[in-house]
């Protein structure tokens, strides 16, 4: 058997190959509170939409996680795969079960999606793109930059039946998420707003999404400027 004495260049090159072959990042978030918050008549009474964002304050993967949860998380572990092949078991009802809405956060170092079963964030893209969740050229919004993050709705079809019905009940699912999102940031003390402008071509091609995959509605999330 030889050996071969490796310089130092080589010793990099390798680095570089292996750092390339890396799977995808993957964040575990802090397991989700299942009691506690504020009471549902306090969350309702207090629901407002909020477009002022203190851009100064952080939202910590703790919240993070418990809106992610409170949104379209696994409330019931136990529970058997729907028909979609989705966890079931969650807090946001969808049609037929299909858990079909998938949540992406949008950062200002990258774009995770959220995996409800495994409750973490998946790197998907590096970088800045919260304004694509602004809306397009034509028409942008500019406070959603000062929110730390969006969480965009992603409307997946991709195994579910064919036909007009399907996809307005996706729409419909997509639209529970979001309320849940709402509903979930008053609990947690921070501000959002249910949004459905966007830069929908744009987020598409960033995230490889086909045209069965639709991006629906988004929420900025952060804590409300104070005046």
């Not at 629901?47 to 809106?67: C, K, Y």
């Not at 809405?101 to 495994?118: C, H, L, M, Q, T």
């Not at 929908?200 to 091609?205: H, Q």
């Amino acid at each position: 058997m030889k050996f071969f004495a490796l310089d130092k260049l080589s010793i990099i090159t390798l680095a570089m190959t292996a750092s390339l072959t890396v799977p995808a990042q993957e964040k575990k978030l802090p397991a989700p509170a299942f009691t506690g918050g504020m009471p549902m008549n306090e969350v309702v009474a207090a629901r407002r939409s909020v477009r002022e964002f203190d851009s100064s304050r952080e939202i910590n993967d703790s919240t993070l996680g418990q809106l992610l949860w409170m949104s379209v998380g696994v409330n019931r572990p136990a529970a058997t795969p729907s028909a979609s092949g989705a966890a079931s078991g969650r807090s946001n009802p969808t049609a037929r079960n299909w858990q079909e809405i998938r949540a992406f956060v949008f950062g200002k170092n990258g774009v995770w999606e959220y995996r409800p079963v495994s409750h973490t964030l998946v790197l998907v893209k590096e970088g800045d793109h919260r304004s694509l969740v602004a809306g397009t050229k034509s028409f942008s919004q500019d406070f959603v930059m000062d929110a730390p993050c969006s969480i965009v709705f992603v409307a997946d079809m991709t195994r579910l039946p064919e036909g007009g019905h399907v996809r307005s009940m996706a729409l419909v699912d997509a639209g529970i998420a979001c309320e849940n999102l709402n509903l979930a940031c008053v609990s947690e003390g921070v501000a959002t707003v249910p949004r459905a402008t966007m830069d929908v071509a744009g987020l598409s091609e960033l995230l490889g999404l086909t045209e069965l995959q639709i991006p629906v509605m988004n929420n900025p999330v952060g804590y409300a400027r104070q005046r």
